[in-house]
């Protein structure tokens, strides 16, 4: 996936969570007062921290032949909440499946793709037929 301009995603960021329900409190913050310059740089630093570890994991999974997963939500914010729980195809091995969102969605939450395996399905009660219904497509925000 090419690099995102992390910067430049909190300004589009800032202004679409003044149109979100429960944006995450840095923003809801940033709203309120401004954005404080070194909250700002460490936020753009840790959503590229974490961008990056996510990319090494997702390739460890697709390298490992693995493509179910489950978006698993911590902590959400209102622009993320809707894909808690969908399963998704990471290397479109599973075609009734859409893709995985870019992780993170927003610059602020920290969300974690999880493996769906058959015991793991089997402990939760779900059945891979199922999985096709459960899924939500990763829509972008269109501004
Ligand atoms: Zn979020």
């Known amino acids: ?19 979100i329900p429960d944006p995450p409190a840095a923003f809801a913050n940033a709203i309120r007062d401004g954005w404080n310059p070194e909250d700002r ?6 959503a590229a921290a974490y961008a990056v570890r996510h990319e090494g994991w997702v390739a460890q999974i697709i390298g490992g032949d693995w493509d179910l997963v489950r978006l698993d939500l911590r902590d959400p914010c209102g622009a993320c909440v809707r894909y808690g729980g969908s399963p998704y195809s990471l290397s479109g091995a599973t075609p009734d499946l859409p893709p995985s969102p870019p992780l993170p969605i927003c610059p602020s939450c920290r969300h974690t793709l999880n493996l769906l395996t058959p015991f793991f399905m089997q402990s939760v009660g779900t059945h891979p037929e199922d999985l096709a219904a459960e899924a939500v497509p990763y829509e972008p925000i269109e501004d």
């Open 1 to 19: 996936m090419a690099d995102r301009d992390w910067e430049a995603e909190i300004d589009i960021w800032t202004e679409r969570f003044r149109h």
């Open 41 to 46: 740089q460490a936020l753009a630093a840790e």
